[in-house]
């Protein structure tokens, strides 16, 4: 199973960017879809996340009112449309697919994870 993100990049603040994520080898269509960072010297930590269906969406509060997530099952696919980037969502963001198929911001319900992409933001 591999999960592939991309859409990374530098930016400066204010910016937009978009994270594209495909899965291959397997479907998950029917299970919730998430997207994680790891900051430099941070642990990592859920930025948010999708329902099966796209029905329930949840967001880190320090990311709400500025990402989205969205997802295509047709095309085995999750998205993260980052607005109005800030020099602290700098970070190497993940996506990953979990085990059960509602929405969740644990980590320890994702089952796969994809390698990351970096996303640096300058002030």
């Known amino acids: 199973v591999q999960l592939q993100a991309s859409g990374g990049g530098l930016v400066q603040a204010g910016a937009s960017l978009r994270l594209s994520c495909v899965a291959s080898r397997r479907t998950f269509t029917n299970n919730a879809m998430g997207w994680f960072r790891r900051a430099p010297g941070k642990e990592r930590e859920a930025v948010a996340s999708?329902?099966?269906?796209?029905?329930?969406?949840l967001y880190a509060d320090s990311v709400r009112g500025r990402f989205t997530i969205s997802r295509d099952n047709a095309k085995n696919a999750v998205s993260l449309q980052m607005n109005n980037l800030k020099s602290e969502d700098t970070a190497v963001y993940f996506c990953a697919a979990a085990r059960r198929s509602i929405a969740t911001m644990s980590g320890s319900e994702y089952a796969y994870w994809g390698q990351g992409t970096q996303v640096t933001v300058s002030s």
């Open positions: 999708i329902h099966w269906n796209g029905g329930l969406r």
